[in-house]
């Protein structure tokens, strides 16, 4: 494969896309379509796409991916009358592309995205932002640098329900918060199979360009598509699956950047599918006031809190279905008290409508150059926060951190794990 350098390839497409209309930091006119390049067209990459495809003022001009069969869908999906690459530099060369949605596999995203920057490209990037913590900063970095809109893709962010509960909660309507609960479990049990490709790679497939920065290693059919969550080298399970979504909400509503410690504990017990992310996994933040627990279990179905906010007046239980507050009775030293501590409350949501709203969102500010709902710092800040409990589960112990200097204090081998090394050519 004809490589070239990050700096060579980010001084040529600067000088190409110099021309794009809504690359320039003006601010666009309502009726301006923004021209888009999607990257990644798997099912993520489908569905979301899907949602941009249907905006008036969207235009497709471009779709990348390393496996043939997703690309040739989602240049159908677009009309069939948008260019196509194997190599996502090919796209950002386009000087008629405006911005990217960016859905490959987590290991990706840094690269795509600061590159994007560079070359003058607007971005939305899937959730989790990075892979790890130093990449996270280098996107926020280049993308502020360059003057980019970069939303990431925590949908939540745009959902009205998740909206309004954030604004109740914020002004104390169930009481002081001092403990969130946070989780995601179901049964997978036996463990997971390749579902798309077979034991020999397909001719369809670019496997190093899949692979990119990560260590190579043979065609593996489990590592591709979905099951890449499962592996260190490509993500990092479900706490930055699930995880990446629900401790996000957490974190919004405490308006933290991040925990000062986390504590945590798991591992991939029995599950025995050639992953190596935990199957079970129980992980503590310490923020200011407040205790902030992640559970993961996927050996065990039954439904524990999924999204919980507890205050001395009740607990909002929040899901995409919509939110509900049951209130706490304060029956002091009086068994028989039974008179609630507040009202309850309860707002219906619209899971599938949040991604249109994302979207809606991102093409806004493209034009409006505002910053939008999921804003890459908070991208960053959310999947440190992620980040911070698989090192803690890897290592097996507490660690403290420092927010503002983004390192772990006092310890040399978890502060090795904030950054991680890439395959050569490829450079951040």
Not at 43 to 54: E, H, P, S, T, Y
Not at 198 to 222: C, I, Q, R, S
Not at 303 to 325: C, I, P, S, W
Not at 391 to 409: N, P, Q, Y
Request: aromatic share 10%.
């Amino acid at each position: 494969m004809n490589r070239v350098s990050r700096r060579e390839f980010t001084r040529t497409a600067i000088a190409v896309s110099a021309g794009s209309a809504l690359s320039s930091l003006r601010v666009a006119g309502a009726n301006d379509r923004v021209n888009m390049g999607l990257i990644g067209c798997g099912d993520r990459g489908q569905q979301v796409w899907g949602a941009f495809l249907k905006q008036q003022d969207f235009n497709p001009v471009a779709a990348c991916d390393v496996y043939q069969p997703f690309l040739e869908k989602a240049a159908t999906d677009s009309g069939g009358k948008v260019s196509k690459f194997e190599d996502f530099r090919r796209l950002l060369e386009m000087k008629d592309v405006d911005a990217v949605y960016i859905a490959t596999p987590d290991h990706w995203h840094a690269l795509a995205t600061v590159l994007a920057c560079e070359a003058g490209k607007d971005v939305y990037v899937e959730k989790p932002l990075s892979l790890t913590i130093d990449e996270g900063r280098k996107m926020l970095d280049v993308a502020r640098k360059n003057k980019r809109v970069v939303q990431t893709g925590s949908q939540q962010r745009s959902g009205p329900h998740y909206q309004r509960a954030v604004e109740l909660l914020r002004a104390g309507k169930i009481g002081p918060i001092h403990k969130i609960t946070v989780g995601y479990t179901r049964n997978a049990m036996p463990g997971f199979k390749p579902r798309e490709l077979g034991p020999e790679k397909p001719a369809t497939l670019n496997w190093d360009m899949w692979l990119g920065p990560a260590p190579l290693v043979p065609y593996d059919p489990f590592r591709c598509i979905y099951h890449f969550r499962w592996f260190w080298d490509y993500s990092g399970g479900q706490m930055t699956n699930w995880g990446a979504h629900n401790l996000d909400v957490a974190r919004w509503v405490l308006g933290a950047k991040g925990p000062d410690a986390v504590a945590a504990f798991g591992g991939r017990y029995e599950i025995k599918d050639g992953g190596e992310t935990p199957d079970v996994q129980e992980v503590l933040y310490s923020f200011p006031g407040c205790v902030v627990t992640w559970e993961g279990r996927e050996v065990n179905r039954t439904r524990d809190e999924y999204l919980a906010f507890h205050g001395t007046l009740g607990t909002l239980n929040m899901m995409r279905e919509g939110f509900k507050v049951i209130p706490e009775v304060w029956k002091g030293k009086s068994s028989r008290n039974e008179t609630p501590a507040m009202e309850p409350m309860e707002m219906a949501g619209d899971s599938r409508g949040m991604d249109t709203l994302h979207v809606r969102n991102f093409l806004d500010c493209v034009k409006s150059r505002k910053r939008p709902n999921a804003d890459v710092e908070e991208g960053h800040l959310t999947a440190t926060m992620c980040h911070l409990g698989n090192i803690a589960t890897r290592l097996g112990r507490s660690l403290k951190w420092d927010c503002e200097k983004e390192v772990f204090i006092g310890d040399s081998e978890a502060n090795k794990m904030l950054a991680r090394q890439y395959r050569k050519p490829w450079k951040l």
